[in-house]
C-alpha cells in the first residue's frame, strides 16, 4: 500500500499554482498527509549599472518577503480545509534547488508542482522549475498543467 505521509507544495503564487493547490489538499485530505507549503525567493542580483544607493537590494527583499508572507498567508488561511495540517516555509535561492533540498530534508512523499507551460525558445533557454525538480526529486512528482477543465474532486 502507498503511504504518503508529508506532500510538498512549492507555489509562486500564480493562478497555475492555485489550480495545482487543489490536487495537493485533495491528496493530503485522501491520505492524511501533512501539507508543506513552501515558496522561494529567488535571489536578487542588482544590474551593475545601478548605483547600490539607487537599488537598495536589502529593501528588496524585505518588500517580497512581507509581500511572499501576505500571499502565504492567505493561500494557506483561504484555500486549506481547517483539519488539515499544515506547514508553510519561505526562502531564498534557486526555486528547483530549494524545493529538491526541502523535499530531502522534510522527507516528502510526493510533491505537486504546477507547470507554467513555457514552449519555443523560452523552454530552451529556460527550461522549467517543474522540470528540474521532476529530474532531480528524492520522490514522485505530480506536475499539474493548466486546467482545460473544471477540477472535479472524486
Avoid at 2 to 30: G, V
Amino acid at each position: 500500500m502507498i503511504r504518503m505521509d508529508k506532500i510538498l507544495f512549492p507555489t509562486d503564487f500564480s493562478e497555475f499554482s492555485k489550480n495545482a493547490l487543489r490536487y495537493a489538499i485533495s491528496f493530503a485530505q485522501e491520505y492524511k498527509a501533512k501539507l508543506i507549503v513552501l515558496h522561494v525567493i529567488e535571489n536578487i542580483y542588482p544590474y551593475s549599472g545601478f548605483a547600490e544607493t539607487a537599488f537598495p537590494v536589502v529593501e528588496l527583499y524585505t518588500d517580497v518577503e512581507k509581500y511572499a508572507q501576505k500571499e502565504m498567508e492567505s493561500l494557506a488561511g483561504g484555500n486549506v480545509p481547517k483539519d488539515l495540517s499544515v506547514e508553510t516555509i519561505i526562502t531564498r535561492g534557486t526555486p528547483f534547488l530549494e524545493i529538491v533540498n526541502a523535499a530531502k530534508e522534510k522527507e516528502v512523499d510526493l510533491i505537486v508542482i504546477a507547470t507554467h507551460g513555457r514552449t519555443g525558445l523560452e523552454h530552451v533557454f529556460f527550461g522549467s522549475t517543474a522540470e528540474k525538480v521532476v529530474r532531480k526529486a528524492p520522490c514522485p512528482v505530480l506536475t499539474i498543467r493548466n486546467p482545460e477543465h473544471e477540477f472535479v474532486h472524486p
